[in-house]
């Protein structure tokens, strides 16, 4: 079993800037990929960044340029920085673990982001 636990987000506004934290405890193990996803109101969840243990980012074509997507494998954490908000990023934004070895997944609870004035 692993555990995320997720910080950050929040209101925010057009423009500005935000950093999500997302840290795995549990059966972690060496090999695995952890990421962001987010849901808006009437959407399907979209993936937003992903990033393997050993690097390699994917980032969604809508945060291409102002996003940036981190490990530190020392503490089995994700950080997501985006920058330039704008109001359709707002959604309840979920952290991701996905085992490289197992296959399986583990979502964290959710953090709600709002983009307004």
């Known amino acids: 079993q692993v555990q995320l636990v997720e910080s950050g987000g929040g209101l925010v506004q057009p423009g500005g800037s935000l950093r999500l934290s997302c840290a795995a405890s549990g059966t972690i193990g060496n090999t695995y990929v952890m990421g962001w996803y987010r849901q808006a109101p009437g959407n399907q969840r979209e993936l937003v960044a992903t990033?393997?243990?050993?690097?390699?980012?994917t980032l969604a074509d809508f945060v291409k340029g102002r996003c940036s997507i981190s490990i530190d494998d020392r503490k089995n954490a994700v950080y997501l920085q985006i920058h330039d908000l704008k109001p359709e990023d707002t959604a309840v934004y979920y952290c991701?673990?996905?085992?490289?070895?197992?296959?399986?997944?583990?979502w964290g609870q959710g953090t709600q982001v709002t983009v307004s004035s």
């Open positions: 991701n673990f996905r085992s490289g070895y197992s296959g399986q997944e583990y």
């Open positions: 990033m393997p243990r050993t690097g390699g980012a």
